[in-house]
């Protein structure tokens, strides 16, 4: 993929990563942080991925993967959590 | 010729991606309440980074394009349940949207089991 492409997208990206930590700045009570934090995930991922077309390897990928399978189980952790009221529960 | 249009393929899939990530996270700053914020995270994100994830084709290499399809497959399994979470988290924890009115009809004793 070309460069002249790949590389504005990644400044808005990394714009975005920016306004993804303002939200979880203003965020006001627990839930809306855990919105912003899978939002953040999320925008970690399009980041990895243009890096890795942006540098023609592949390793970024399993980075991206890896991150979206923790971001998911950490979402659901934290809802389950503040759901019962413990992990078990 | 192929890689030209593999290219425009991928530039406005790449758009589309961008601008679906955009509309979300303005959603997540400028709406009320968690439900809302929910809505347009949940539904927008997803087919964001599908979508940025799909502009893989125009690097015409395999390697990246698998790992771009697993990664999709693991975006579609799990957005949906992470968002269904949250929302039930809400929902429980008395949430409120930004009229006041509460979220759903169900009482205290008849709570879903699990």
Redesign the interface.
Known sequence: ??AV??VP?LF??TL?LV??G??LV?AR?V??R???L??LA??V??LL??L??LR???YY??A??AL??L??IA??AA??Y??SGGPFG | MISVLLDVLGGALLLLGLVLLTVSLAGVLRLPDTFVQLHAQGLATGPGVIAILASSIATEDATIITFAVLAIAFVVLTSPVAGHALARAAHRLGGRDARGTDGGTDREGDRPPG
């Open positions: 993929m070309p492409i790949v997208a808005w990206v975005l306004a993804g303002l939200s203003r009570d839930l809306q855990v919105v912003a899978d939002l999320t925008i991922i399009a991925a243009l890795s077309y023609g390897q592949a990928l399993d991206a993967v979206a399978l971001s998911f979402t659901v809802a389950r503040l759901d």
